[in-house]
C-alpha cells in the first residue's frame, strides 16, 4: 500500500449516522475500479458483503478474508476482509474501511487507526463511519474530502414497550448470551418463534437464523449489540433490555452514540424506523433521546494508537516497543491487549527465554501471541496453550505434532449436548480453525483447515437445530425434517420438469448416514465451489447430482432469472439462502461467456464516456463485437485506455473485437446456452461444436449471437473468421489457411467464396487491393492514425449484415 503521504491516491471520508447508504456506495464505487479491498468490522458483516458482491460479480472475482474464514478463487478482483485480516501488502485500485470510529474503541482500536493512517488504495480510499470522526480525520488526513452522509429515514423514540406489545418485525438487544436466550424463551411463549444472532455464532448458524428472519419465519429477533455494526436486517423497532455492557474491563452505562448505533438498525432505506426499551427499565433521558433522534454526539477527541514499528531483537525489546508512548497527542497508547499480555506472561517462561534470542524466534513468539482467545474464559488456561504451540513450533522440523494436534480437536468433534455446551465446542474450534491457517505451522495444513471447517460446520448446524427446537415453537417447520438424497433420480412429476429433489421425512437420519437436515444441504450448496455445480445446454443446474434450478429468459441475455426446482420443498429462509447463491453463479456463468471480461468495473463513472461505450457494448455482445460496432469508440480511446483493455483480454481482430477467451470452447457454450434461454429455443444444431455449418440451419437467426460469422452459404465459427483472417493477412501464412480450410470440409464453390469475403484469394494468398473503385461497391478503408480499426472492403459489405432481432 502507499504511504499515508502519497498523494496519488484520492481519500474521501463518508461520515453520517447508521441507514444513510453509506457501506453501499463504497461497494458500488469498489466495483467501478478494477480491483479493490473492503475491510469490515465483524466477519458475519463481511459474508454479508460477500454475498452481495458476488451476487453481483460472481465468486470467481472475488476472495472472502477473515481470521477463519478464507474463500479465494484463482485470481480475484476484490477482496472482501474483517480489519484485521486486510492483506495490505496486495496492492488495489480501491480501499475502504468501514465504522472507523472504532479507532476508538479500547482494544480493537490501535488496527482500525493503523488502516486510517496506512492503509491506501492506488486510485482512490475510502473511510465510512459515524460524523464524530470529522475532527480527527481532518487532522490527520487534511487531503481528505470529508463528506457527511444523511440518513434516508426518520429514527423516532417510542418510549417503553412489554415484550407483549412488540410490532412486528422488531429486534431486541441485550448484552450477555444468558439474557438473549432468557428473552428469546419468553419471546417464543408469547409469538411462537424468535431468531437468535449472537457475534459468537459462527457465520453459517448467524447466517441460518438470520434468513429465517429474513424471509418472515419469524417476526422477531433478540441479539447482541452484533446487529449494531451494519449487518442489515428489515427491522420496524429496536427494543433495549439493558442499558449496560460489560465492555471487557468494566460493566458501564451505554454512551448515547453507541445506543444510537445500535438502534438505528431501525428503518431500511427509506422506512422510517423507531427505538425505546423494554418497560422493566425506566424511560431514556430527553438528552439521549435528541442526541439519538437528531444524530448529533460530542466528537471523538483521541484514538487508540499501537506502535507498527517494532523490535524483535529479544522479548523485552518487544515489549518495550509495544508500550511505547505516541508522539502525537490525538493518539492514547492502548491500554490491554490479549496479545501484549500473554507475551508478558511467556516472556517470563525460562524455557522461552532460553529459545527466543534472536529475530526470527522473537517475531514467531509474537505471531503466537496473537492468537485469539475467543473462548474467553480464563486467560491463563489460553496461555498454556500459547506457550505449547510456540515451543513445538521453535524445535524441531518447525511444524506442530499431528498426534497433540488431533488430542486437542477431537474432543471438539461432536455435537451433543444443549446451546451453552455447543457455543464452547464453537469457540474452542474457532481457534483451531485460525491455527490451521497458519500453514507454515503444520504438515497438511489443507486437510487440517478441512477438518477444522467441517467441525465448526456441524456445530453450527447443531447449534441452528437447537436454537429452532427451544426459539420457534412449530412443530412441522420443515428444518426440523430430513433431506434425504435419493439413490437413483425418481421419475419427475407431471406438473413438474424436475425430478424431485428428494423426500422430507420426519425421521432421524438413517442408518447410512444419507440424511441430513435441510440447514446442513442448503449450507453444503451455499460453500460449494464453482466447480461442484453442473449446468447443462438448457440452462438446469444440478449440484451433486440433485437439480436445483434452471435458468430462465431475463431482459436480456446477461441476465437470466432462476427458477428454483421444486420450491414448495424449501422454507422460506432456506430459499431465500439457495437463490442467492445461484444468483452469484449465474453472474459466473455470463462472466465465463464473456471471456472473463469486468464489464462492470469499466463502465463506472469515473471511466471516460468512450471506454464505458465500449465495455457496454462488450458485454451486450458477451465479448465480441464487430469493429464497424467499435470504431468510432475505439478511435476516441486514448494509448492509455487502450494499452488496459489489451491487459484484460482485448483483441483487435479482422473483422471483430473480442475478448481472447470468450472465443474458447467453454465460454462459445455458455454463449449458447445464454443466448438460446433468451430467444427461448434451442440452439442450432451443431452449435458451438461445429466450426462451419450452411447459414439455413440458423433458421434467419442472427448467427453472431450465437457466435458464428455468415460468410456466402456458410456460417463460420467467429475464432475459426478470426485465425483465417490473420493467416491470410500473414507473409507465411498460405499454409495455415490451406490446413484451416481442410478442417472445414467446404465444397470448392463455398470456400473460394468465405476467402473472397475475407479478401483473400482461392490458393489462400492475399488479394490485391484493386486502385479502382468498383461501381456500386465503398472503397477499402484502413486503419486511421488513432489506431482505431479499420475494414476492408469485403468487411464493410460484411458488417451491413444483421440476420435476425439484435441480442
Avoid at 282 to 293: C, D, G, M, N
Avoid at 761 to 789: I, L, M, V
Wanted: net charge positive.
Amino acid at each position: 500500500m502507499s504511504s499515508p503521504s502519497s498523494r496519488s491516491s484520492v481519500v474521501v471520508a463518508e461520515l453520517g449516522p447508521t441507514n444513510t447508504g453509506k457501506t453501499h456506495r463504497a461497494i458500488e464505487r469498489m466495483l467501478e475500479h478494477d480491483t479493490g479491498m473492503i475491510g469490515l468490522p465483524l466477519r458475519l458483516l463481511a459474508r454479508e458483503v460477500y454475498d452481495r458482491v458476488t451476487a453481483r460479480v460472481g465468486e470467481g472475482r472475488v476472495a472472502l478474508m477473515t481470521g477463519e474464514e478464507k474463500r479465494l478463487p484463482p485470481r480475484p478482483d476484490y477482496w472482501i476482509c474483517t480489519v484485521e485480516a486486510m492483506p495490505l501488502d496486495r496492492p488495489v485500485d480501491f480501499l475502504a474501511v468501514d465504522e472507523i470510529q472504532l479507532a476508538a474503541h479500547r482494544e480493537r482500536g490501535h488496527v482500525f487507526t493503523d488502516r486510517l493512517l496506512h492503509a491506501r488504495g492506488r486510485r482512490e480510499t475510502w473511510f465510512l463511519g459515524a460524523d464524530t470522526m470529522r475532527p480527527m480525520v481532518q487532522g490527520l488526513i487534511p487531503q481528505a474530502s470529508v463528506k457527511r452522509a444523511t440518513r434516508l429515514s426518520q429514527l423516532r423514540y417510542a418510549g417503553t414497550r412489554s415484550l407483549k406489545s412488540l410490532p412486528p418485525r422488531s429486534a431486541v438487544v441485550a448484552f450477555s448470551a444468558d439474557r438473549v436466550y432468557e428473552l428469546a424463551e419468553s419471546l417464543r411463549r408469547l409469538r411462537g418463534g424468535v431468531a437468535v444472532v449472537l457475534g459468537a455464532l459462527s457465520p453459517r448458524t448467524r447466517n441460518a437464523q438470520v434468513a429465517m428472519y429474513q424471509s418472515g419465519e419469524v417476526q422477531y429477533l433478540v441479539a447482541t449489540d452484533a446487529i449494531g455494526m451494519g449487518l442489515n436486517l428489515d427491522l420496524n423497532h429496536v427494543a433495549f433490555a439493558a442499558l449496560s455492557k460489560f465492555d471487557g474491563a468494566e460493566q458501564r452505562e451505554l454512551f448515547p452514540d453507541e445506543m444510537a448505533q445500535i438502534a438505528g438498525r431501525a428503518g431500511r432505506h427509506l422506512n422510517d424506523g423507531s427505538f425505546g426499551t423494554l418497560n422493566t427499565l425506566p424511560e431514556l433521558p430527553p438528552r439521549v433521546i435528541s442526541a439519538i433522534e437528531s444524530h448529533r454526539f460530542p466528537a471523538v477527541r483521541s484514538l487508540i494508537w499501537r506502535n507498527a514499528a517494532l523490535d524483535f531483537s529479544s522479548p523485552e525489546a518487544l515489549l518495550d516497543s509495544l508500550a511505547r508512548a505516541p508522539r502525537h497527542n490525538a493518539f492514547v497508547r492502548v491500554e490491554r491487549a490479549d496479545d501484549f499480555d500473554a507475551l508478558k506472561d511467556l516472556s517470563h517462561v525460562p524455557a522461552i527465554r532460553e529459545i527466543a534470542t534472536d529475530r526470527a524466534t522473537v517475531e514467531l513468539l509474537w505471531q503466537v501471541c496473537q492468537i485469539p482467545d475467543f473462548r474467553k474464559g480464563l486467560f491463563g488456561q489460553h496461555v498454556t496453550l500459547l506457550r505449547e504451540t510456540f515451543l513445538q513450533l521453535s524445535e524441531g522440523d518447525g511444524k506442530l505434532e499431528q498426534a497433540w494436534l488431533a488430542k486437542q480437536v477431537s474432543p471438539l468433534d461432536d455435537v451433543s449436548g444443549d446451546i451453552h455446551t455447543l457455543m464452547d465446542r464453537l469457540a474452542a474450534i474457532r481457534i483451531w480453525t485460525y491455527i490451521s491457517h497458519r500453514s507454515s505451522w503444520l504438515n497438511d495444513a489443507e486437510q487440517w483447515q478441512e477438518r477444522t471447517r467441517r467441525i465448526e460446520d456441524a456445530l453450527g448446524d447443531a447449534l441452528h437445530e437447537r436454537l429452532v427446537e427451544r426459539f420457534v415453537q412449530q412443530a412441522a417447520r420443515r428444518s426440523a425434517r430430513r433431506f434425504v438424497r435419493a439413490t437413483a433420480p425418481p421419475p419427475p412429476r407431471s406438473d413438474s420438469p424436475f425430478a424431485r429433489l428428494g423426500q422430507l421425512l420426519g425421521e432421524v437420519p438413517s442408518a447410512d448416514g444419507t440424511a441430513m437436515t435441510e440447514e446442513q444441504f442448503v449450507q453444503q450448496v451455499v460453500d460449494a465451489t464453482h466447480e461442484a455445480f453442473q449446468v447443462d445446454a438448457s440452462g438446469s443446474i444440478s449440484f451433486e447430482d440433485q437439480p436445483l434450478a434452471r435458468l430462465v429468459r431475463g431482459k436480456d441475455r446477461r441476465s437470466p432469472q432462476l427458477a428454483l426446482a421444486e420450491p414448495e420443498v424449501w422454507t422460506a429462509g432456506a430459499r431465500q439462502r439457495l437463490e442467492r447463491r445461484l444468483v452469484a453463479l449465474t453472474r459466473d456463468l455470463v462472466t465465463e461467456a464473456m471471456g472473463g471480461f469486468p464489464a462492470e468495473a469499466l463502465t463506472g463513472a469515473s471511466r471516460s464516456a468512450a471506454t464505458r461505450g465500449l465495455a457496454y457494448r462488450l458485454a451486450e455482445g458477451l465479448g465480441v463485437i464487430s469493429r464497424g460496432e467499435a470504431r468510432e469508440q475505439w478511435r476516441l480511446l486514448d494509448d492509455a485506455e487502450r494499452a488496459h483493455l489489451r491487459t484484460l483480454g482485448v483483441r483487435e481482430g479482422q473483422r471483430f473485437l473480442y475478448v481472447a477467451e470468450a472465443l474458447a470452447p467453454h465460454a462459445l457454450e455458455r454463449r449458447c446456452m445464454l443466448t438460446a434461454l433468451f430467444q427461448q429455443s434451442p440452439p442450432p444444431q451443431g452449435v458451438p461444436r461445429e466450426p462451419a455449418l450452411e447459414v439455413a440451419e440458423f433458421g434467419g437467426r442472427d448467427a453472431r449471437a450465437f457466435g458464428y460469422e455468415v460468410l456466402g452459404p456458410v456460417a463460420l465459427r467467429i475464432d475459426i473468421v478470426e485465425r483465417l483472417g490473420e493467416a491470410l493477412r500473414h507473409p507465411h501464412g498460405a499454409r495455415q489457411v490451406h490446413t484451416l480450410m481442410q478442417e472445414l470440409r467446404l465444397e470448392s464453390g463455398a470456400r473460394t467464396r468465405v476467402l473472397r469475403e475475407l479478401g483473400g484469394q482461392s490458393g489462400g494468398a492475399p488479394a490485391k487491393r484493386r486502385r479502382r473503385r468498383r461501381r456500386g461497391r465503398a472503397p477499402a478503408t484502413a486503419p486511421d492514425k488513432s489506431g482505431a480499426p479499420g475494414q476492408s472492403a469485403h468487411a464493410s459489405a460484411q458488417a451491413s449484415y444483421r440476420g435476425g432481432p439484435k441480442t
